[in-house]
């Protein structure tokens, strides 16, 4: 009885984990942003909302218009690679107009405007 009883709850298990799909694992999947990557990193914003993205930060003078991210089959992701050399870089994301630290970078500075500025290190990768 005891085995019927376990292959039952697995089954339920199974089940219910199917039943739970797609959504649950885009809640599950947590993107890292930024992604570094060789020569920079790879910017990521999720809002399916969303009508205009940009990444601004101390490596493009703050300005807000000029590096927009792109949503390539506007399921709300937006994504921009950009090149950077090995430093420590503080950036935010401009969305609709609004300035906002970056959701899933838990590292972060006070931006001198009772905020705070994300911020992103990139490795010298060839003093190993």
Known sequence: MFKTGAAVLLAAVVAGGMACGRG?????????S?????????????????KKVFLVGDFNNWTPNTDPMKDLNGDGH???FYPLRPGTYQYKFVVDGRWIPDP?????????FDSINSVVKIPDVGSG
Do not use: C, M
């Open 24 to 32: 649950e694992r885009q809640t599950l999947q947590r993107e890292v």
């Open 104 to 112: 899933r970078n838990p590292d972060s500075k006070p931006d001198g």
């Open 78 to 80: 937006w994504s921009l």
């Open 34 to 50: 930024p992604e570094i990557v060789e020569g920079g990193a790879v910017f990521r914003y999720v809002d399916a909302d969303a």
